[in-house]
Structure formats: structure tokens, C-alpha cells
Antibody, heavy 121, light 107 residues
Framework: EVQLLESGGGLVQPGGSLRLSCAAS????????MNWVRQAPGKGLEWVSG????????NYADSVKGRFTISRDNSKNTLYLQMNSLRVEDTAIYYC??????????????WGQGTMVTVSS | EIVMTQSPATLSVSPGERATLSCWAS??????LAWYQQKPGQAPRLLIY???TRATGFPARFSGSGSGTDFTLTISSLQSEDFAVYYC?????????FGQGTHLEIK
């Protein structure tokens, strides 16, 4: 079964850091682009960042550029999101989502269940 | 950035009736458009990609159409499990952007 399982969310103070992980199983992780998408409480979806299958290409939303870093370890079938200088407005459920084999990745066909990040003092 | 606009924000429809959801892009996205379904407390699920191709697991009552800037999601005969929030997303240009969603509710 194709599955994505996020972890690493929690409560952090403004200005703090957090690293999210997304463990993939059931497919050849190294062949697919991956993404992070977030959803603030009661709000819509916002694409955050994407990374190509080999990790050589990345892209970020303007709202997180310079503060967040996406990376992947294909030997561990794991996607990461390093979040620094966190702001209250970064509070959201963070989903990892599988893209296609190409870059840019196209639609997101598999999503994890999400991990909640709360930025508050 | 490409702005995606969905209409209406909320659509009230009776079971068995047809629902038509609209999505507009601020500039052409060709056919690089997806629709997602999200139920309360769940992650989104890919429903339609490339504007009109139905994803695995969704029945034929769901259909997508359009290209360029105007897109439509049609549900031909609503079932109870179809009441959810629907988002469109363009993947033609970075940053990928979503519409604000249409909440499809039972009338």
C-alpha cells in the first residue's frame, strides 16, 4: 500500500525551529518528486515547497523562502522540511504529497495524514 | 503568481441532483489543472488531473472540463459521500496555487 507518514510537528515559540519528516512506503520513493502543502486552521490549502526526485531541484512559496528548506534522503525513503524563524502565521497542518516523476511534478496523487505545527508564545 | 478563483464558495444541493463547480485562473494554465476532494478531518484526495482525467477510485459521476483559464467540475448525481470541500490547483507555473475551495453541502 502506498503510504506517507508525517511526523515532527508540535508547539514552538515564534522565532523557533522545527524539522518535519515524511516517511514513504509502497512505491519507489527515489523516482518521484515530493511536496509540502499546508492548511491553516479552518482555511484552504497552500503549497509550500517541492523537490525533484533526485533532490537537485527545489522550489518554495514566497511566504517561506529563506526560512524553510526542503530536502530528501532517498536511501531512507524520507522527505524533510526544516523550518526556521517560525512565525505565528506558519501555524497549520503540514501535509507531504507525492508528485509525478517529471519536474515540475504535476498533480499530487498521494497525501499523508498531516502533522500539526503550532507557533505560539 | 497565478490566482485561482473558485465559485461559489458554498453550494447547497440535494442528493441525486447535479452539482457544477467553477474554477478560474488569472492567466492560462493550459490543461495543467487538478481538483481535490477534502472531507472533514481528512487529507485532500486527488480527484481530477490534467483538467479532465479522473483519478483512481472515483466513479464516473465525477467529470472535469476546461482549458486555459476556465474549468468546471461536475458531479452528475450527488451521493451522500460526495459532500465535502473541493479545491482546484494549477500546476502550470511555480508557485503552484490552489483556489480557496467550494464547500458542497447537503440541501
Amino acid at each position: 500500500e502506498v503510504q506517507l507518514l508525517e511526523s515532527g510537528g508540535g508547539l514552538v515559540q515564534p522565532g523557533g525551529s522545527l524539522r518535519l519528516s515524511c516517511a514513504a512506503s509502497g512505491f519507489t520513493f527515489s523516482s518521484y518528486a515530493m511536496n509540502w502543502v499546508r492548511q491553516a486552521p479552518g482555511k484552504g490549502l497552500e503549497w509550500v515547497s517541492g523537490i525533484s526526485s533526485g533532490g537537485g531541484s527545489t522550489n518554495y512559496a514566497d511566504s517561506v523562502k529563506g526560512r524553510f528548506t526542503i530536502s530528501r534522503d532517498n536511501s531512507k525513503n524520507t522527505l524533510y522540511l526544516q523550518m526556521n524563524s517560525l512565525r505565528v502565521e506558519d501555524t497549520a497542518i503540514y501535509y507531504c504529497a507525492k508528485g509525478g516523476k517529471r519536474w515540475p511534478p504535476g498533480a499530487f496523487d498521494i497525501w499523508g495524514q498531516g502533522t500539526m505545527v503550532t507557533v505560539s508564545s | 503568481e497565478i490566482v485561482m478563483t473558485q465559485s461559489p464558495a458554498t453550494l447547497s444541493v440535494s442528493p441525486g441532483e447535479r452539482a457544477t463547480l467553477s474554477c478560474w485562473a488569472s492567466q492560462s494554465v493550459s490543461s495543467n489543472l487538478a481538483w481535490y476532494q477534502q472531507k472533514p478531518g481528512q487529507a485532500p484526495r486527488l480527484l481530477i488531473y490534467d483538467a479532465s482525467t479522473r483519478a483512481t477510485g472515483f466513479p464516473a459521476r465525477f467529470s472535469g472540463s476546461g482549458s486555459g483559464t476556465d474549468f468546471t467540475l461536475t458531479i452528475s448525481s450527488l451521493q451522500s459521500e460526495d459532500f465535502a470541500v473541493y479545491y482546484c490547483q494549477q500546476f502550470n507555473k511555480w508557485p503552484y496555487t490552489f483556489g480557496q475551495g467550494t464547500h458542497l453541502e447537503i440541501k
